[in-house]
T-cell receptor
Framework: SQQGEEDPQALSIQEGENATMNCSYK?????LQWYRQNSGRGLVHLIL?????REKHSGRLRVTLDTSKKSSSLLITASRAADTASYFC????????FGTGTSLTVIP | EAQVTQNPRYLITVTGKKLTVTCSQN?????MSWYRQDPGLGLRQIYY???????DKGDVPEGYKVSRKEKRNFPLILESPSPNQTSLYFC?????????????FGQGTRLTVV
């Protein structure tokens, strides 16, 4: 399966700290995306990184991609309580392949 | 506002009673898909559609049907629901399949089959 796998499964941090979550995948990709899901709600697109990019920033988000290791990381800096959500990576293929997500809790 | 609209948001039904979950998008996207989300299993694709009258099975199509008669609508049909179809369902649309374009998701339909 091309499904991405996020790590850790759950992460709890204090407000203001940085949160890092990782995604590993199995086959070569052209693009990788990160999505956020608030509890029980639809997924919202955060950022897309292409296979020829190594790093991308969007506001407090920083995404890295290492195609040699087939992995990506999402860093959220200066976390806020509103960042509490599940985060998913999605990889290429005939469809979006989602992992099981990282559940992030930011404690005020 | 660009959006994908699913209805209903919540549904409790009995085994065997046919139901339809509607999905509509206003972005003129060609690609639409349905996912189910279960604890520990992530999102799994049920069916997808590349365009009007073009549909295909995803990873978990058993027990589901879809149709794409119009570009904007992609209903999910459960002809004879069973308890193992209790799940959180999402409709999504995008310009194309694959992770090269952003996917827009509906708010989800929480289905309980008793």
């Amino acid at each position: 399966s091309q499904q991405g796998e996020e790590d850790p499964q759950a992460l709890s941090i204090q407000e203001g700290e940085n949160a890092t979550m990782n995604c590993s995948y199995k086959t070569s990709i052209n693009n990788l995306q990160w999505y956020r899901q608030n509890s029980g709600r639809g997924l919202v697109h955060l950022i897309l990184i292409r296979s020829n990019e190594r790093e991308k920033h969007s506001g407090r988000l920083r995404v890295t991609l290492d195609t040699s290791k087939k992995s990506s990381s999402l860093l959220i800096t200066a976390s806020r309580a509103a960042d509490t959500a599940s985060y998913f990576c999605a990889t290429d293929g005939n469809q979006f392949y989602f992992g099981t997500g990282t559940s992030l809790t930011v404690i005020p | 506002e660009a959006q994908v609209t699913q209805n209903p948001r919540y549904l409790i039904t009995v085994t065997g009673k046919k139901l339809t979950v509607t999905c509509s998008q206003n972005m003129n996207h060609e690609y639409m898909s349905w996912y189910r989300q279960d604890p520990g299993l992530g999102l799994r694709q049920i069916y997808y559609s590349m365009n009007v009258e073009v549909t295909d099975k995803g990873d978990v199509p058993e027990g589901y049907k879809v149709s794409r008669k119009e570009k904007r609508n992609f209903p999910l049909i459960l002809e004879s629901p069973s308890p193992n179809q209790t799940s959180l369902y999402f409709c999504a649309s995008s310009w194309s399949r694959g992770a090269g374009t952003e996917a827009f998701f509906g708010q989800g339909t929480r289905l309980t089959v008793v």
